[in-house]
């Protein structure tokens, strides 16, 4: 029986690049964000797969909404066995300039939004003693940076609930792991180059080139090696409550082989 698997952020970036890695598992796969264009184009290429799919219009911050997608994919698909909480917003700016409105929006889209999905499926996977919460959290999940103290709160806040809800589910079929990646090659990475070259007066190729030499490894992450990370993690009974470090010390790995749907 194929597994159901809902992304959040599934649009674009890291959580398209997921929604493609869990339909070569032959999962049936949901793309849920806002954008509806980006989930639809999405759906469509994991469908090319042969799998079952699904494009969902949702904002993870809003609780009604949430439970609507969670019950469109039920209806559609099935109950949700893979939760990707991927979704994710990162704005920066000096603490001076962190208005309550940035520092909460980050709480609500980065925290609250992986805490409305989980609420909505973790009762299905209790009840069918299997499941998979997968967060993607960042380095900034683990360690401190300049001028980004709301998304590194939020990110080191999802970390800590991925610690405790594997200690509370563990034995129980699920596992609730956080994925850890430095700076990874999309849309939000490019927005932060963006920032780096209108406040410092280098170029944007030059602010790209800085932030990849932050990772351990010297380059930008592809989104695929995070997805990898993703799909292997369906396998993997006995990884609970981890943090999974991706910092580009390693070669870009090759695409992992699909299994037939
Ligand atoms: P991205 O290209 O900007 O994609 C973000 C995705 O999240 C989009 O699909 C966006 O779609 C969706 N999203 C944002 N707010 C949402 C909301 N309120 N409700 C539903 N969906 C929402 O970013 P990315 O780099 O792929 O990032 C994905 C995740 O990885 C984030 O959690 C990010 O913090 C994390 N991460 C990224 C990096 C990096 O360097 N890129 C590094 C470490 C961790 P809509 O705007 O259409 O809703």
Redesign the pocket.
Known sequence: MARVALV?????????ECVLALARKACAVAA????RS??DRVAKEASALGVRTLAVE????DAAQVERAVREVMDALGPVDVLV??????DSAPFTRTDRELWERHL???VT?PYLLTQAVLPGMLARRWGRVIN?????GLYGAAYVTA?VAS?HALVGFTRALALEVSGKGITVNAI??????????W??ARNIAARTGTSFDEAVAALARINPGGR??D?GE?AIVVARLLEDEATNGQTLVIDGSGPIPEPEEATEP
């Open positions: 959040t952020g599934g649009g674009r970036g890291i959580g398209r849920a964000a806002r954008t980006e989930v949702v904002d993870v911050t909480n991927n979704a994710g917003i990162a609500r889209v980065n939004g993607i959290a960042s380095l900034a998304y990110k850890c990646p430095g700076y990874v090659a999309t849309d939000l990475t927005k932060s930008l992450i989104p995070v």
